[in-house]
């Protein structure tokens, strides 16, 4: 049964999310051979971002445009895009589960009285009904879900379902449409950023996470020269972050982010099951810590027992080594 899939695309910065991408290509397992229609809700329509969505599988774009939109508001973009949606009929519609994703999707999907699946990391295609894949108790388990009846609302997990080759030379319809907004409730005046710019935590294909054992700020300076020559982002333990060893917005676990990057490297964390929450998914993951009975090396694809700061410093000579011979 072919679908028509509205997939609500992602900025930050002025630039669309990687996640909108993985969603695009979500959206078109979900389809099974239907339209895919990319949407972006803006304060000032740019016409490239929505070409870009084209570009990444799309077959058309829509700029959902209002001044009121020119920063997220739950309750500004549900009003966009639930015009959009009335204008659209899809039959499913799929998003990051990026905090955004995370706040608009269930407001919506309570509008529609339907069904919402949240956090997939994966599906599996079939012409009654997409079966969906999430995982559930801090990822112990995982459980595959089916939306019976109505609209589909899905929103992914960001590095798990690969988003399709760019194709520049992919052409559709790029269209403008200047939403209504109400008079917004609440505001936004000012956003102050917490964090340098780079590469975003929960998008990173290569993490390097510090713990306690890091036992200084100036301790994460070598986390973010191997960060750095692997092309990844730095996050950190609870620990590290109660310590005051680093902000908030790097803690990654129960009640920080959850990753699921390519490559975890987990230095001096012990491996706390409420740690393990927000990154046990990771595809591979490598611990080095000098306690051989640490709890963190029993998820371990690779261990290394030793002091990260001898360590470290290897492991970045070794890395620009193997660079500079390919
Ligand atoms: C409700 C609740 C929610 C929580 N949510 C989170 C969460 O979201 N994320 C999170 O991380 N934690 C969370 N915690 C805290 C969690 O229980 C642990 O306390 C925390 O993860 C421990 O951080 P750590 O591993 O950095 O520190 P520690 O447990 O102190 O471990 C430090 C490790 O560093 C090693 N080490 C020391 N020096 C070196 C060195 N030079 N070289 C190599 N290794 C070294 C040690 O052997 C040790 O294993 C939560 C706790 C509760 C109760």
């Known amino acids: 049964m072919s679908r028509k899939v509205l997939v609500i695309g992602e900025t930050r910065d002025g630039v669309l999310r990687n996640v909108t991408f993985e969603a695009i290509a979500a959206a078109k397992r ?54 959009v949606i009335e204008q659209e009929k899809p039959d499913a519609i799929v998003m990051g589960h990026t905090a955004i994703g995370k706040d608009l999707t269930p407001k919506l999907a309570a509008r529609y009285e339907t069904g919402l699946i949240s956090d997939v990391t994966e599906l599996e295609e079939s012409t009654d009904n997409v079966v969906f894949t999430r995982p559930i108790y ?113 803690q990654i676990g129960q009640t920080g982010k959850v990753v699921t990057p390519d490559l975890y490297i987990a230095c001096g964390i012990s491996g706390a099951i409420q740690h393990l929450a927000g990154m046990s998914n990771s595809k591979v993951i490598v611990a080095i810590n000098k306690d051989p009975e640490a709890n963190i090396f029993n998820i371990a694809d690779y261990g290394i027992v030793g002091d990260l700061f001898e360590i470290i410093p290897q492991l970045i000579e070794e890395i620009k080594q193997v660079k500079v011979n390919a």
């Open 30 to 83: 979900i389809s099974d051979g239907g339209e895919i229609v990319g949407l972006i809700c803006t304060g000032s329509a740019d016409t490239q971002l929505a070409e870009e969505m084209i570009h990444y599988g799309a077959d058309r774009s829509i700029l959902a445009e209002n001044p009121k939109l020119e920063t997220y508001t739950s309750e500004g973009f549900a009003q966009a895009a639930g015009q």
């Open 138 to 250: 801090s990822g112990k388990a995982f459980e595959k879900k089916i939306i019976t009846d109505g609209l589909l609302f899905i929103t992914i997990r960001p590095n798990n379902i690969p988003s399709l080759e760019k194709d520049s030379s992919r052409s559709g319809d790029v269209s403008v449409t200047e939403v209504e907004v109400a008079d917004l409730r609440t505001v936004i005046t000012d956003v102050i950023k917490k964090t340098a710019d780079g590469v975003d935590l929960s998008e990173a294909k290569v993490i390097v996470a510090g713990g306690r054992g890091v036992k200084s700020k100036e301790g994460f300076d070598p986390l973010y020269d191997l960060a750095e020559v692997l092309g990844g982002a730095v996050g950190a333990s609870r620990g590290a972050c109660d310590a005051d060893y680093c902000d908030y917005s790097l």
